[in-house]
């Protein structure tokens, strides 16, 4: 996993962006997969700037879900999809059909696992999949202790991430379940991109780097990845001795 350290978070959010869209323009057709959040908005908007420069083309373009709060669809505030349809696909008019997300108001959502998995398997590898990290070091919601041998799983909530996962909610929100990709899925895609800012998460950025790869802090294992980076703005790194 390479280490890049950004002066700023727009610089972060920037640079990011350059290596989507490098990705993208080798290969139009490719698989992505984005991370809902405050830490990808940066670089979402560069993309959002630079499609309207002609600078990338994301028409042809599949996108596949991270996760999901279970309960929740694109029409609920709050949800990953609200975010992304509302930061970027709707921005840029994807057509729906290359969008495929978890239906996490699904009955059956043990079969949206199988859908999710058959989709990558469909149109995969992942070429482009851009996280983040949680405080208690999750990756998408692969929560501390999760197998890194799962795909697509629905998942018990950390309390961690049950507490933080109130801010994307304008009044408390019952989160109990998620629905994500596993990280065998990260570990398949072509380039992985684990973005991080502020100094909130200087503490588990250091304990990234300081440990092994271990389930008691998922992050870790995208050191397994020949093709991963972990892109970091000053603040995120304030601590790190580097």
Not at 99 to 118: W, Y
Not at 148 to 165: A, I, P, R, Y
């Amino acid at each position: 996993m390479e280490i890049c350290v950004y002066e700023g978070y727009d610089e972060m959010s920037k640079q990011s962006a350059e290596m989507i869209i490098k990705a993208v323009n080798e290969k139009p057709d490719g698989l992505l997969c984005i991370a809902a959040g405050s830490t990808p908005t940066g670089t979402l908007r560069y993309l959002v700037q630079e499609v309207k420069r002609n600078r990338v083309d994301f028409s042809k373009c599949k996108f596949v879900g991270l996760d999901e709060w279970v309960g929740m669809d694109r029409h609920d505030e709050g949800s990953c999809q609200h975010y992304l349809y509302s930061e970027f696909f709707d921005v840029l008019n994807i057509n729906q059909e290359n969008i495929h997300f978890f239906d996490a108001k699904a009955e059956d959502l043990e079969g949206e696992c199988k859908k999710t998995d058959e989709f990558i398997v469909e149109h995969g590898p992942i070429n482009v999949c851009l996280l983040g990290l949680g405080m208690n070091g999750h990756l998408a919601l692969n929560e501390p202790g999760i197998s890194f041998e799962l795909s697509s799983h629905v998942v018990d909530l950390d309390n961690t991430t049950k507490k933080v996962g109130q801010k994307y909610f304008n009044e408390v929100t019952e989160l109990s379940k998620g629905i994500t990709l596993g990280c065998q899925q990260f570990l398949h895609a072509e380039l992985v991109m684990l973005q991080v800012n502020g100094s909130k998460k200087s503490e588990i950025v250091k304990k990234l780097i300081e440990n092994d790869v271990t389930t008691k802090l998922p992050g870790t294992i995208l050191k397994k990845h020949q093709n991963s980076f972990l892109l970091l703005d000053e603040e995120a790194a304030e601590i790190l001795p580097l």
